[in-house]
């Protein structure tokens, strides 16, 4: 048995569940939006955990199920709870029920994508940085200040910088323009992250295990993500990688702990390859979707025991 | 010189420090306000190394250029600054912070007792779930966890009363007299698992008896375990 974690209409968990279809897995989606109908219960003990899942009308026990996708999004804003108040016993009960999978997912003995210990590394970039150079990939050199001065030194020896989030937040990659310069005092309220801009193509290596499916990405913008937003375009493409970057990504994404990755990369004219970050939940749809690679059906081979990870 | 880096008002970190200077070490005491209200931060990371300088309010300075072992008690990151300053934006300057912190405390080229993980700054808070699988790996009997979509989501986190504390600092095993010495194995295999320098392991008497591990945390009271605590924390140190 394979549980599907998250909203089932999400795409990558739409397509995960497509292919555990199409190689005839037996899986169920634990569909948030129908949590009133669901129940929990597990205990730990000397020989693991043991418990049992409620879906509506079926029992499944937890020692059965082998694999487990989460794309857990947060229960507090579901919209089936939207306008109860904090201790609705309906809302009480979805956070209860996600909490306790949650935990379940943690020391389950199951083909966990991904558990939240392994995926912790992401929540800082810099710390990220330190394990990514540790397998073998460069990060671009990065200063975090709160000093102006350093920063203006940083821009002189690297040139081109940009200024990023240092947490897993979310931000826009921009560049240090000159313009900016101006207001380069108000770092000294809160340490703000520059790196040197590295020049090349950016390529988005998903890692499931031992199988690889790297992505060229050519963009007119800085941070690619936002390109369309701005007026901009991007186009995709699968490409292959040397062999000792390929055996580089699964040896990142294995000693992160994560089975499943979505490693950064930016390859310089002189083929050179930086790493700048590991996306322990890659929303890998956007990517499958423009280059055809069966990412989801790695994806669901490994849930199911097909492949090694 | 021994940096302790603490809450403010943490007693065990205070006892350690005076039991430390009483062995003839030297240590300095930098509390988490004072951190918080550093004039200036420089942390660096590339290819071959990672780097940091912080200038406190009062003149001092840590830099990686003059590493000090670290005896690290921080739980979180000094907030009080960041709330007078932040305003709507306080959510996001928790969270660089938080990440900065995990960063400068993971690269310093001495040794740091714990260092910072993802999930805690002075190593792994883990859940009392994770704790009782990761006991019963390490071969101990333990107290089994329930949980369920009926019970409350934050009880987890209310503090179970131990009858004893057993310590792992860097795979030195301290009893107290009271625990039977066939439990050191297992301490000494579960502070393997975890990965965390120091810990304290708590135990309780289960109804046949039998001692049975209740729990475990990264940031113990360390006056529970006397001098034989400073010994392995001075040898540790030292590493």
């Not at chain 2, 590493?67 to 000094?78: C, D, K, S």
Request: proline letters at 6%; glycine letters at 8%.
């Amino acid at each position: 048995m394979i549980l599907l974690c998250g909203i089932r209409s999400e795409p990558p968990l739409e397509m995960v569940a497509d292919a555990l279809a199409e190689i005839g897995a037996d899986f169920r989606v634990v569909h948030q939006r129908d949590v009133a109908d669901y129940s929990l219960h597990w205990e730990t003990g000397s020989s693991g955990v043991a418990g049992e899942l409620s879906l509506g009308q079926e029992r499944i026990a937890l020692g059965a199920v082998k694999g487990l996708y989460s794309r857990l999004m947060d229960d507090r804003i579901l919209p089936e709870l939207a306008g109860l108040a904090d201790d609705h016993p309906a809302r009480r009960h979805a956070r209860a029920f996600h909490e306790a999978l949650f935990r379940w997912s943690e020391i389950a003995a199951a083909r966990v994508v991904n558990r939240a210990d392994a995926q912790g590394s992401n929540g800082s970039k810099p710390y990220q940085a330190q394990l990514i150079a540790s397998y073998g990939f460069a990060p671009p050199p990065t200063l975090i200040t709160t000093d102006p001065e350093a920063v203006l030194k940083f821009r002189e020896e690297h040139g081109r910088i940009i200024y990023k989030s240092i947490s897993a937040v979310r931000s826009i990659v921009r560049v240090l323009e000159d313009a900016d310069l101006e207001r380069l005092d108000r770092i000294g309220w809160c340490p703000v992250q520059f790196q040197a801009a590295i020049e090349g193509i950016n390529v988005r290596v998903h890692v499931v295990g031992e199988d690889v499916f790297p992505t060229e990405i050519v963009s007119t913008h800085i941070d690619y993500r936002y390109a369309k937003r701005e007026g901009g375009e991007t186009t995709l493409r699968a490409i292959a990688l040397p062999e000792d970057v390929r055996a580089r990504c699964v040896a990142l994404a294995a000693g992160l702990g994560l089975a499943f990755a979505g490693i950064d990369l930016i390859r310089t004219p002189d083929d050179e390859y930086y790493c700048f970050e590991v996306n322990p939940q890659p929303a890998f749809s956007y990517f499958e979707a423009n280059t055809g690679q069966p990412i989801a059906r790695a994806v669901a081979d490994h849930l199911a025991g097909e492949r090694s990870a | 010189m021994t940096l302790v880096l603490c809450e403010n008002g943490d007693a065990s970190a205070l006892w350690a420090a005076d039991r430390l200077r009483q062995r003839g070490a030297s240590v300095a005491i930098v509390d988490a306000p004072t951190l918080g209200a550093a004039t200036r931060w420089e942390h660096r990371v590339d290819a071959s190394s990672a780097s940091v300088s912080v200038t406190l309010v009062d003149g001092r300075t840590l830099s990686s250029d003059r590493p000090a072992p670290i005896l690290n008690r921080l739980t979180f990151i000094p907030l009080g600054g960041l709330r007078s300053i932040a305003g709507r934006d306080y959510g996001y300057a928790v969270q660089e912070m938080f990440a900065l912190f995990l960063s400068w405390l993971h690269a310093w080229p001495a040794p740091v007792i714990n260092r910072p993980a993802p999930q805690g700054l002075c190593g792994n808070f883990r859940h009392p779930s994770v704790w009782a699988t990761l006991g019963a790996q390490a071969g101990f009997a333990t107290r089994a966890w329930t949980q369920g979509s009926d019970d409350p989501a934050d009880d987890a986190w209310l503090p179970q009363p131990a009858e004893a504390t057993a310590f792992v600092v860097a795979g030195r095993v301290l009893l107290p007299p009271v625990l039977p010495s066939d439990l050191e194995a297992a301490c000494r295999r579960l502070g393997a698992l975890c990965g965390t320098a120091l810990i304290g392991v708590d135990f309780a008497r289960d109804g046949d008896g039998g001692w049975a591990m209740i729990g475990a945390t990264p940031i113990p009271n360390l006056m529970l375990g006397g001098e034989p605590l400073i010994d392995a924390l001075l040898e540790a140190i030292a590493a």
